[in-house]
């Protein structure tokens, strides 16, 4: 069953890599950098404070960089105990794939999709009370996680898996954030 599942991952992974063209590669080799958005995670900053009093936003805010933190440690752990080759480091696979970037460490899970979907659950879920467009935090993550198939770093299920754990990350943050100042903040 696990070979059944690597082989739909690989195959999955040169199908879907190999629809990348040229004219899109300076599009989405943007995409994957985490530079480019960085003013969203502005924009979370300003409606927490625009939205919240200054002290909830300060704590929001700790809650969102602790969040970040925790999912960044989590995703590195992980990829140094399973040690699951990039597909750009395959031998197998690397000479017909398209590879835009060539990371050297490890693949799974994607901590591009992991922290992605983490900060944009936790930023609707404190949010989606005060701000209606706020789904539209959602349009981010699956951009930033296919960026990474595209340019030839991460299998689908590295994806998949970093979005599940992403989420949940989110959520349990939520949570915590909600259990340690409820008395306090609103």
């Known amino acids: 069953m696990l070979e059944q599942l690597l082989k739909w991952d690989r195959d999955?992974?040169?199908y879907l890599n190999g629809l990348g063209t040229e004219n899109y590669d300076v599009f989405w080799s943007t995409?994957?950098?985490i530079t480019t958005w960085i003013p969203l995670f502005l924009?979370?900053?300003v409606l927490f404070f625009i939205k919240f009093s200054r002290r909830t936003a300060f704590f929001q805010v700790l809650g969102m960089i602790a969040l970040a933190g925790f999912i960044t440690l989590a995703t590195h752990l992980t990829k140094i105990w399973l040690k699951r080759p990039r597909?750009?480091?395959e031998d197998t696979i690397n000479s017909f794939i398209r590879i835009l970037k060539t990371p050297t460490d490890y693949s799974f899970f994607s901590g591009h999709a992991s922290s992605s979907f983490a900060l944009a659950t936790m930023a609707f879920l404190l949010l989606r009370k005060r701000v209606n467009w706020v789904?539209?935090?959602f349009l981010w993550p699956p951009l930033f996680a296919y960026s990474r198939i595209y340019v030839g770093v991460h299998y689908p299920m590295d994806i998949i898996v970093g979005a599940v754990v992403g989420t949940l990350s989110g959520i349990l943050f939520y949570r915590f954030y909600l259990a340690a100042t409820a008395p306090d903040i609103g």
Do not use: D, G, K, S
Request: glycine share 0%; proline share 7%.
């Open 87 to 89: 597909p750009c480091n």
């Open 31 to 33: 995409i994957t950098e």
């Open 43 to 45: 924009l979370f900053v």
């Open 135 to 137: 789904w539209a935090f």
């Open 12 to 14: 999955t992974f040169i």
